[in-house]
């Protein structure tokens, strides 16, 4: 069945240091997409960082990587140089392209300190 | 260029009664998916329509339903409300079926009383 687990509920991290938060997966499907996005206080969801199954080599996007290990099942999601500015619900996604469905995780609450 | 937007920011129903959520996506954008968020949770998949035809459905009973108009926005209709209901529904657009990101409205939140 699909899944997605994080599990760190909550993390600390100093500011400009790096952090990395945890998902782990399940799916038949062999195609699929994982996804984290961020969630500030505000609500709304921002789009941080994409990889493909099929993908060789694991996605950056700036200050955000994310360490791909296919046969581990899991997706954790590096932030380096963390800011003030990251504190913030973080969601690991997951679709599956055979349904277009989309699962979320319960999320990572991290708090930058200063 | 404007972003997702969602309508209203906030609604109060009693149980039993029926609400109507809209979202506009962003302009050229011709898929929506909509999301349920119980507080505390990650989002929960309702649905995706693109072309005006529903491309994806999650684990929802159907008192949910959804439907997208010709200039792409979609409305979310809930029916019988319950008190489980309670949440903050997003509205997501992309601009295609397969498209990897999606831009995410601000959100309506939905109090049952």
């Known amino acids: 069945a699909q899944k997605i687990t994080q599990t760190q509920p909550g993390m600390f991290v100093q500011e400009k240091e790096a952090v990395t938060l945890d998902c782990t997966y399940d799916?038949?499907?062999?195609?699929?997409?994982l996804f984290w996005y961020k969630q500030p206080s505000s609500g709304e969801m921002i789009f941080l960082i994409y990889?493909?199954?099929?993908?060789?080599q694991n996605a950056t996007e700036g200050r955000y990587s994310l360490n791909f290990q296919k046969a581990r099942k899991s997706a954790n999601l590096v932030i380096s140089a963390s800011q003030l500015g990251d504190s913030a619900m973080y969601f690991c996604?997951?679709?599956?392209?055979?349904?277009?469905?989309?699962?979320f995780g319960t999320g990572t609450r991290l708090k930058v300190l200063a | 260029d404007a972003g997702v937007t969602q309508s209203p920011t906030h609604l109060i129903k009693t149980r039993g009664q029926h609400v109507t959520l809209r979202c506009s996506p962003i302009?050229?954008?011709?898929?929506v998916s909509w999301y349920q968020q119980v507080l505390g949770q990650g989002p929960q998949f309702i649905f995706q329509?693109?072309?005006?035809?529903?491309?994806g459905r999650g684990n929802f009973p159907d008192r949910f339903s959804a439907r997208q108009f010709p200039n792409y926005s979609s409305e979310l209709n809930v029916n019988a409300l319950l008190l489980g209901d309670s949440a903050l529904y997003l509205c997501?657009?992309?601009?295609?079926?397969?498209?990897?990101?999606?831009?995410f409205g601000p959100g309506t939140r939905l109090t049952v009383l």
């Open positions: 990889q493909g199954s099929y993908d060789q």
């Open positions: 329509y693109y072309e005006k035809e529903e491309r």
């Open positions: 302009s050229g954008h011709k898929s």
């Open positions: 996604a997951m679709r599956e392209y055979g349904t277009y469905k989309y699962i």
């Open positions: 799916t038949s499907d062999p195609s699929y997409g």
């Open positions: 997501a657009s992309s601009a295609g079926l397969g498209d990897n990101e999606q831009f």
